[in-house]
């Protein structure tokens, strides 16, 4: 098998905790949009930069198929033109757009040949990497997200913190 079966699965099935996330939320109360600071991201916000992560992830890993050790710089969000866009969706879009993606994420990964998932690309912070192991970097990366997602929800339940 060119993926291990572990990495595989979880792009199956992490998203299966926003079920859990989600179940926190009551947005009627504004704690999917509430933030903490305002410079930090609403849980709304953080779900939406996992959908525009997740499609520019997709984008690069088509550049490890097409380049020798493509130089892949770190993504992020405020240099990303088209994130103010993404920022603003609405959660539904925003949902649907994150699953889209991650689905196409991991027929990308099932159908990959054993040459493929050698081919390596290059991160700034951790050097060149297998494919393996960009994608284990990225669910790393999208588990982080859920669960800030989550505590973003919970402490907007809580309310602000008393001085």
């Known amino acids: 098998m060119a ?84 920022r603003g969706l609405p959660l539904a879009e925003a949902l649907a757009r994150l699953a889209s993606a991650q689905t196409r994420l991991s027929a990308w990964a099932r159908g990959l040949g054993d040459e493929d998932a050698l081919r390596t690309a290059v991160h700034p912070a951790f050097g060149e990497m297998p494919v393996s192991h960009w994608l284990e970097f990225f669910l790393l990366h999208q588990a982080h997200h859920l669960y800030v997602a989550m505590i973003r929800i919970a402490e907007a339940r809580v309310g602000p913190p008393r001085p």
């Not at 099935?13 to 991201?41: F, H, I, K």
């Not at 550049?63 to 405020?78: F, I, M």
């Open 3 to 86: 993926i291990a079966k572990s990495i595989l699965d979880r792009l199956d099935t992490q998203l299966a905790a926003l079920e859990t996330v989600m179940s926190l939320a009551r947005p009627e109360a504004g704690t999917l949009d509430a933030r903490p600071a305002p410079e930090e991201w609403s849980a709304r916000e953080h779900l939406a930069h996992l959908a525009r992560h997740a499609t520019v992830f997709l984008e690069r890993l088509d550049r490890v198929l097409g380049e020798d050790r493509a130089a892949l710089g770190r993504y992020r969000a405020e240099r990303d033109p088209e994130w103010p866009e993404w």
